[in-house]
Structures are given as C-alpha cells and as structure tokens.
C-alpha cells in the first residue's frame, strides 16, 4: 500500500467493468459439499500452521469449521469455476431470482468478502 503524508491509503475499488470481467475460482484447497437442502457447505480449516493444528489436536478440538452458504452463495459457489465471469454470474442470478432486489451489488460484496477470505481469487 501506498503511504500518503505517514498514512495507509486505502486500496482501490474495482471498477464496475472490472468486476464484471472477474473469473472467480475456488480455492481448491477448501473442500465442500452440498447439505440435504442443496446448500453449499464449505470446510474451512481454522489454522493453517502446525502450531495451530497441534493446539486443536491438544484440546481436542475440530480442526475445521463449516462455512454455509445461503441459496445465492450456493449458486456463487459453484459457478466460481475461473471459467464463468462475474457478470456471467449475475446473469445466471438474476435469472434463478428474478425478483430478489439489489442482486447486484449483493453478488459484488460476496465475490469481494468471498476474495477477502481467501475462499476464491480472481
């Protein structure tokens, strides 16, 4: 990040165009299925380091966590293939949706969080 006057400045938001020109693609580390409602469940490790692992294994703790998706993170989910654009995906969303407001910028937020989280890259 760039230091204007001693400070951090804020990364850049995608544009528009951008965004819809993305190709999300899991992160094949992650293994998921899909639960008895036909939802997304994602296993999510909750260390990445030995240390971690050992201390889970020490309390004996599950070394994962499940991530659930809603019906729309469901559809998300399994179109992030790195073959289908955002905007490939917006379609396909507003088709299965058609009433569901703001789909949009819901689907803009997911793929940025879902990116945060290192769940997919695009």
Same mark, same amino acid.
Do not use: H
């Given at each position: 990040?760039? $230091?204007?006057?001693?400070? +951090? /400045?804020?990364?850049?938001?995608?544009?528009?165009?951008?965004? *819809?020109?993305?190709?999300?693609?899991?992160? =094949?580390?992650? /293994?998921?299925?899909?639960? /008895?409602? =036909? *939802?997304?469940? !994602? +296993?999510?490790?909750?260390?990445?380091?030995?240390?971690?692992?050992?201390?889970? $294994?020490?309390?004996?703790?599950?070394?994962?966590?499940?991530? $659930?998706? %809603?019906? !729309?993170?469901? !559809?998300?989910?399994?179109?992030?293939?790195?073959? $289908?654009?955002?905007? %490939?995906?917006?379609?396909? *969303?507003?088709?299965?949706?058609?009433?569901?407001? %703001?789909? =949009?910028?819901?689907?803009?937020?997911?793929?940025?969080?879902?990116? /945060?989280?290192?769940? !997919?890259?695009?």
């Amino acid at each position: 990040m760039k $230091k204007k006057n001693g400070k +951090k /400045s804020k990364p850049r938001l995608p544009t528009l165009e951008e965004m *819809l020109s993305y190709r999300p693609m899991r992160n =094949d580390m992650l /293994s998921w299925s899909k639960n /008895s409602e =036909d *939802l997304v469940e !994602i +296993k999510v490790p909750k260390f990445y380091s030995n240390i971690g692992k050992s201390f889970c $294994k020490l309390v004996r703790k599950e070394q994962n966590f499940t991530a $659930k998706m %809603d019906k !729309i993170g469901s !559809i998300v989910w399994e179109n992030s293939n790195g073959q $289908k654009t955002v905007e %490939d995906i917006l379609k396909i *969303l507003k088709e299965k949706f058609p009433k569901e407001k %703001d789909i =949009d910028q819901r689907l803009f937020l997911y793929i940025q969080q879902m990116g /945060s989280l290192s769940y !997919i890259y695009y």
